[in-house]
C-alpha cells in the first residue's frame, strides 16, 4: 500500500518533530548535568574556550540563513552553499578541539573541558545527520522543509551550548 503525498509529508512532518523534539530534550539533559556539576563541586574550573568559535558560530548562522533563502526561493545552488558552510563548521570545530589539545587541555583534564568536548562533539553528530540530511534534500526537494527545519534547529542548539558553556 502506497502512502498519498499529503500522508507521506504528514508523516515526514512528524517525523521531523519527533527527532527536533528528541535532540532538544537530550541537550536539555546534559545542560541541566553541567548546570548541577557545575554548581556542586569547589573544584570546578572553567577553561577559556578558542576564539574559533566565534566565527564558527557565525559560519552556521550564516548555513541557517542561505538555506532558509534557497528554501524560500526553490534554489538548490542555496542548498550547496548551506552544506558547504556547515562542512566548514564542522572543520572549526575539529581546530578547537586541536586548539585546545595543543594548550593541554584534554576530555579528562577539568569537568568543564569534559562538558565541552561531549557537548561539541554531540553537536557535531547531529551536524553531520543535517548534512546528509542537506545532501538528500538537493535529490529529493520534497523533504528540504524537513532538513531545513532540523538544521535551523542545530542552529539553535549550538548558540544555546555556547550560552551555557560561557555564561551559565
Not at 548562522?61 to 524560500?72: D, G, M, P, T
Not at 562542512?87 to 578541539?97: C, D, M, N, T
Not at 534547529?153 to 558553556?165: N, Q, S
Amino acid at each position: 500500500m502506497s502512502l498519498s503525498v499529503q500522508q507521506r509529508a504528514a508523516c515526514n512532518r512528524t517525523l521531523t518533530m519527533a527527532v527536533i523534539v528528541t535532540v532538544v530534550m537530550l541537550f536539555t539533559g546534559f545542560a541541566a548535568a553541567y548546570l548541577e556539576r557545575s554548581h556542586t563541586t569547589d573544584v570546578w574550573q572553567r577553561i577559556e574556550l578558542p576564539s574559533v568559535l566565534v566565527w564558527n558560530t557565525g559560519v552556521l548562522v550564516l548555513s541557517s540563513v542561505v538555506l532558509e533563502w534557497a528554501r524560500r526561493r526553490g534554489r538548490t545552488d542555496g542548498i550547496a552553499w548551506a552544506t558547504g558552510l556547515g562542512v566548514l563548521f564542522l572543520a572549526g570545530q575539529i581546530w578547537s578541539w586541536v586548539e585546545l589539545r595543543e594548550q593541554g587541555v584534554m576530555v579528562a583534564s577539568h569537568a568543564h573541558a569534559s562538558f565541552f568536548y561531549m557537548l561539541s562533539g554531540v553537536h557535531a553528530l547531529h551536524l553531520i545527520g543535517g548534512l546528509c540530511a542537506l545532501w538528500a534534500a538537493r535529490r529529493k526537494r520534497r523533504i528540504l522543509p524537513f532538513a531545513a527545519g532540523f538544521w535551523h534547529v542545530m542552529a539553535g542548539v549550538w548558540i544555546y551550548v555556547l550560552v551555557v558553556l560561557t555564561v551559565l
